[in-house]
Structures are given as structure tokens and as C-alpha cells.
């Protein structure tokens, strides 16, 4: 007789990178849990090279222990993962320096019951803690956040929206999404655990803060590290008030843009590279000398205080700055290949290393590649952009855009924009025959959406390539309007439009506005303005057309001119 296999009420998601003392020791912490209820415990080892997912493996616990590696891209990753391969229905998220009280479970479990939706713990300074100037910080910012949170009438901020202890349904965790691993690729620090709070709060969830569900923070972050990932905490911050542009000045306002010194010190040093240099780099080998020899005098605090600052708005400034801007430019590229053999399409395709190239210096002078989203929010008055913002456009979905462009985009992490003709899909370019060109195999349905499922989002291109301005008006709308309902059969929902050859008139306009689009796209030459692209002007956005011999100075006088 076969028996059934009781799920665990709990599972605990662990992540960690390269702590593998600390994570050892917040492991055989759960086994002094007093909760009467099953649990499990998952650990994803980061990419750590210290003999963590051993050391972990040959722990004898009392409980299922699930070791995970994977290689190093960061807290988000390893939190997905974790929380893909967990059983349980309720997901604890715990950091690998926090060391559990033996209710914590306890705790999260009753007030799940109470009817929370998320329940956030307290996270106090562990007592073997060794005391620097650091450690007394975080002692004293916990102490602040608990004796806040615990008050009847206390409104959560977005800093108080942290996975260092965090509990949610599993069903919920996948409804929203995950985390979002833009913010912590690579291994970067910062802000994956406030964008999926906030999205939480959102959502309406009931978000309950539990004094007694305690987890002590054993922390051993030194004073350099200290300083980088308040730089990363910097880019982070950017990142996160580009994708919720309605909170961009909350998030800065948390870290004091107001404040005198950073109004007129540290922002505008910071646009002199070069001297920015000069001040900060003495700065920080100060404060972080100064604070390694133990010092914790009122100077020091100040010292390292104003590093701290200066490492984060030097963050914010290499991500692009505060995103103020009102200006795009948009980049049309088509084919990625070398056509040098073709007559006709030479100039319209542009070769592989040529096309990496181009976008490794585009972001070496300091442009800001940003989501098709961000230029709607613009478009709409929702939102700013970075300095030098481009959005990244390509006509025609031919298949080179999969395996060559693809790979280049993910690896350099630019986000594009891409126009597909609905009904051409899996052919080939039928529109150039006439000019006897050569015959380019087009994405399929599959194509497509692997480059939606990379970053890639599919706008419309007409159903047959046809010049719209140019056949009569009922096929006109049908072209326009007959390829958003093909892409939205397919599972794709097009807000843009990109009209075949650039071309366009009032009445091709009017049907890419009935036709439900948001934006539509011309190849003439200039900027994307906020101001000169409201209402009706959206349907005849500039682009700047990227061809085979725009290279060296023919690449930025296009850019600047």
C-alpha cells in the first residue's frame, strides 16, 4: 500500500556567497526550532568557492536539507531558484547571516493564520557580533525599524520591504512573479527585495511586521565591501525608479537627495569625473583605514558617512543619474549580417562585430540603453529617463535577430524593441523580391517568443510589408489592425508600430490609433521630445537609422547632429 508524502507547511530559502562558516551556522540554528509543524530547508550556493555546498551536504539535520549551486548571478537568481524547487506552501526567505530564533516558525505560522499575506520579522544585531563602527550601525538601525514597524499606526517604506526575513504563500511568490534578477546580475547588491515588496504592496497584500519572529543578523561585512555595495546600492536605486517611475522620488528621497551636501557637493562633483576622482578616492581609503583600525569616534562615524554617500551618488551617476530627462533616441537597425554581396541590402544590414561594437561604445560615451515601457511612461507624462537614453529598435524579425543579435543584447544587458510582419512569419522577406535582393529567412512564432521570454519586446511591423500610404485606406487598416490582432493571437499584446519602409500620412496615423497602438515609429531623423510627442504627434515618432556605413564619425554625427 503506497503512502502519501506529507508537504511540508514551511520551506526555507537560503542563499549565500561565499560565507561558509556563517551559513553552517544559520543552518544548524533550525534544528532548535520549536514548531511542531514540517519544514524543509533549501540553500542555493551562489558561485561560492569556499567549500560551502560541501560543508552544507555533510551537515546531519533533522529536518530535509536541499543543497543547490548554481553558478554566480546573485540574490534574485538564487531566491527563484530556491523557491522553484521548495515543496512547501509557505516560502521563508532567510539571509545566510541571519541565525533563527527557535520560535521564528512559529511566529510566521501564527500570523499567517491571523491572515497575513507577507510577514516581516525582526532582524536585530546578533550579540556575537564583533563591535565596529559598522556593526553598531545595524544595531542601531534595527532597534530604529523595530521600535517603528511596532507601533499600532506605522506605515511601511520601501526600506523596510527587506527578504532578510520574509514569508509568503508559494502560490502568491509565483503570482507575482519571483524576484526580478536585473537588479542583482552578475552578483550585484541592492534592491531586488524592495521592487518584489513593493509589487507585493501593490498588489494589496496584507503586510504584517511580527516583533516576535526573530532572526539575529551575524554581521561580518567589512568596511570596503561596506562601500561597494553602497555604489551598487546607487545603481540599483536608478534602476528601480526606471521601472516604477511613480515611486522614483520616494527611493531617492530615502537616500537624502534633498540633503544640503549632497544637493551641492557630491551630485554635481560627480558630473566632473575626473575630479570627483581626486576627492573620493583619499575619501574612502580614510574612512575605510580609519574604521579597520577599530576607531568609532564621532569623526570617523562622519568620515565614513560621507563615503558612503559619495560611493552611492557616484552609483547613481554611473547608472545613468537620477532619470530626469524628457529626450529618446531611437536606434532602427535591420538586418544583422553581413550583406556585403547584396547590391540592396548591403546598407540596410549591418555585421556582427560591427553591430557589438557600435553598442559597446555607445555605453562607453555614457548613453543609457532603456525598455520600450520606459519611453510609453514618457510618452505619457509617467516618467523620466536617463541623460543619453536610447531605445534599441529593429525591423523585420529576421532570424539573425535570434542567434546574433540576441546573445550580444543579454550578454551587455540592453533591452530592444522589435517590429514583426504578422503574416510573414517563418518566410521570408517577399517584400524585396521585386528589387531582386537576397531572400532573408524571417522568425516563426517560436522566435518570437523566445526573444519576448529574453527581453525582447515584439511590437507591430504591418501584416505584409506593404507601403501603407499607398493602398488603399480599408487594406491600410487592415495591414495595421490585422497585425495587432495576429500578434495578440499568438500571445503577444504589440503597443507599438513601425511603419513599413518609414512611411506614413494623417491617415495611417488615425489607423494606428484606432488599431489600439500606443506609439508608432517613422525612420526620420531626430530625438524622441516628451513635450513634441503627446497626443496625436506619438503616431510619428523619429528614429535614427543605423546602416552598414555608419561607422566612426558617421555613427556619433547621426547621434549628436
Known sequence: MATSVVAPRFSIVIPTYQRCTVVVASVRALAQQEYEGRFEVIVVVDGSTDGSAQALRALEAPFPLTVIEQ????????????????????????????????RLLAEHDRSHGAGADVVLGDIPLHPGTPS?????????????????????????????????????RRTLF?????????????????????DFGYRLQRRGCKIVFNPAAISWQYYVVGPRQYLRQWYQA?????????????????????????????????????????????????????????????????????????????????????????????????????????????????RYAVPPAQFRRQLEQLQRAGYHFIHPQELLALLKGRGKVPKRAL????????????????????????????????????GVNEWDREISSTELPLLDSAGLHELSS???????????????????VAE???????????????????????????????????????????????????????????GEKRFRLPRIEIQRDDVGWKLWWKLLS
Open 71 to 102: 553558478p554566480n548571478q546573485g540574490a534574485a537568481t538564487a531566491r527563484n531558484q530556491g523557491a522553484a524547487a521548495a515543496c512547501g506552501e509557505i516560502l521563508l526567505f532567510l539571509d545566510d547571516d541571519m541565525t533563527a530564533h527557535p
Open 132 to 168: 565596529n563602527l559598522l556593526s553598531e550601525r545595524v544595531k542601531s538601525w534595527a532597534e530604529r525599524r523595530a521600535e517603528r514597524l511596532a507601533t499600532s499606526n506605522a506605515s511601511l517604506t520601501l526600506h523596510d520591504l527587506l527578504t532578510g526575513q520574509i514569508s509568503l
Open 174 to 194: 509565483a503570482e507575482v512573479g519571483g524576484f526580478d534578477t536585473q537588479f542583482t546580475l552578475g552578483g550585484s547588491f541592492g534592491n531586488e527585495d524592495i
Open 234 to 346: 546607487g545603481q540599483a536605486d536608478v534602476v528601480f525608479a526606471r521601472k516604477h517611475p511613480e515611486q522614483a522620488q520616494a527611493i531617492f528621497t530615502l537616500n537624502h537627495i534633498d540633503k544640503t551636501i549632497n544637493r551641492y557637493l557630491w551630485r554635481p562633483l560627480l558630473r566632473l569625473p575626473w575630479l570627483a576622482r581626486l576627492v573620493i578616492t583619499p575619501l574612502c581609503w580614510l574612512a575605510v583605514t580609519l574604521v579597520t583600525l577599530g576607531s568609532q569616534r564621532p569623526l570617523t562615524a562622519r568620515l565614513f558617512a560621507e563615503a558612503k554617500a559619495a560611493e552611492y551618488w557616484r552609483g547613481v551617476q554611473d547608472a545613468g543619474g537620477v532619470p530626469d530627462s524628457e529626450s529618446v533616441c531611437v536606434l532602427a537597425y535591420h538586418a544583422i549580417a553581413d550583406l556585403a554581396h547584396d547590391r540592396v541590402l548591403a
Open 391 to 426: 531605445l534599441l529598435t529593429f525591423d523585420d524579425c529576421y532570424e539573425d535577430l535570434l542567434t546574433t543579435a540576441l546573445p550580444v543584447l543579454l550578454e551587455q544587458n540592453i533591452p530592444a524593441l522589435a517590429f514583426a510582419v504578422s503574416q510573414r512569419l517563418g
Open 454 to 472: 529574453r527581453g525582447v519586446e515584439i511590437g507591430a511591423h504591418s501584416r505584409t510589408h506593404r507601403s501603407l500610404p499607398h493602398i488603399p
Open 476 to 534: 491600410m487598416a487592415d495591414e495595421i489592425a490585422g497585425s495587432v490582432q495576429d500578434l495578440a493571437a499568438l500571445g503577444f499584446n504589440p503597443c507599438f508600430l513601425a511603419y513599413p519602409y518609414g512611411e506614413s500620412n494623417a491617415q495611417v496615423e488615425a489607423a494606428a490609433a484606432a488599431a489600439g497602438l500606443e506609439a508608432a515609429f517613422t525612420i526620420d531623423a531626430g530625438m524622441v521630445h516628451c513635450d513634441q510627442c503627446m
